[in-house]
């Protein structure tokens, strides 16, 4: 399928979706945001996919919200229309892993939709910010909330109130990516690594993101047990008794996600 502001492509069991408004440094204007939540709906559901990976450009992950769209917005118009904000939280709410590979600036939204995914892996130039204050308005697509979760609430605190970028060494020691890679390999890297998800069991891995995710949401006790009967389930799979089969008997396993 053609897309205007998003490139596409399959690669076996891996869909990579590269932003791609070059003009605009993949500024998210509502045609965007619309194209890109089609894509994850799509790739979600398609059962060849196993992992999705989100990318930019080399200078741009992504800069942020459009602000040439926003400027003449009144209160009224964003609340009615959800405008901006609408469809932010699907990226949030995919059910298979879902890679940020980011190269360049991710900042204000571009930052948000970064850690919205499963995990992010940096280029060396990646810098993260959250300077939607320096414009006279706030993240609003979950920055202050995720940002504080990764960073912690002082560092959170003072890249949400002065707007200052942090560079990819400064966001692998505070935990926002998962590491570096050089920038002219980040997508042939997250390419790879996508794939090494997308070999392992579906179902598996699913659930573990389900269970990594309720950390964020539950308390201990609570996500222990729901890791626990997750676990427990895994054993009706036909991928556990070949996994571990294929462990004991010193050969490769054949996955079939069932
Ligand atoms: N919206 C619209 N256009 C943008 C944009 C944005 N967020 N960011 C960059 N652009 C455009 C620029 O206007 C420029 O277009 P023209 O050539 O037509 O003038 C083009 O992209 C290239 O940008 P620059 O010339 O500014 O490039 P630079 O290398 O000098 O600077 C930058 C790069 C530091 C990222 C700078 O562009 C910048 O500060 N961008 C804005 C970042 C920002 O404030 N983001 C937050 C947006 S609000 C938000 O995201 C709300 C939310 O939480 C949902």
């Known amino acids: 399928m053609a897309y ?3 490139l596409t492509e ?5 869909a990579i979706i590269t932003l791609n408004r070059p003009d605009a440094l993949n500024a998210f204007n509502n045609a965007l945001m619309d194209e890109l939540t089609e894509a994850l709906d799509r790739f979600d559901n398609d059962a060849s996919i196993g992992c999705i990976v ?3 450009s080399k200078k741009a992950f992504a800069a942020g919200a459009d602000i040439k769209e926003m400027r003449e917005q009144s209160y009224l118009d964003a609340y009615y229309a959800d405008f901006i904000t609408r469809n932010w939280e699907r990226a949030s709410r995919m059910r298979k892993p879902v890679i940020a590979a980011v190269s360049g600036y991710a900042l204000g939204g571009g930052c948000e939709l970064a850690m919205m995914c499963d995990f992010i892996l ?5 810098k993260f910010g959250q300077p939607e204050i320096t414009i006279g308005v706030s993240p609003g697509a979950g920055g202050t909330q995720r940002l504080t979760r990764f960073a912690g609430k002082s560092k959170a605190m003072e890249m949400c109130l002065t707007g200052r970028m942090m560079d ?3 966001a692998e020691r505070c ?5 570096i890679v050089p920038t002219d390999d980040l997508v042939d890297e997250a390419r790879s690594v996508a794939r090494k998800i997308a070999s392992l069991p579906r179902a598996t891995a699913m659930m573990t993101k389900e269970m990594v995710n309720a950390a964020y949401e539950t308390t201990l006790s609570q996500g222990v047990m729901f890791e626990r009967r997750l676990f427990h389930s ?3 799979t036909e991928d556990q008794k070949e996994g571990m089969e294929a462990f004991v008997e010193k050969r490769e396993p054949h996955f079939k996600n069932r």
């Open 54 to 56: 989100i990318t930019g």
């Open 234 to 236: 895994l054993f009706a």
């Open 168 to 170: 990819a060494e400064e």
């Open 10 to 14: 399959v690669d076996e069991a891996v």
């Open 122 to 126: 940096a280029a060396e130039n990646a």
């Open 175 to 179: 935990g926002l990516v998962s590491r």
């Open 4 to 6: 205007e502001t998003l």
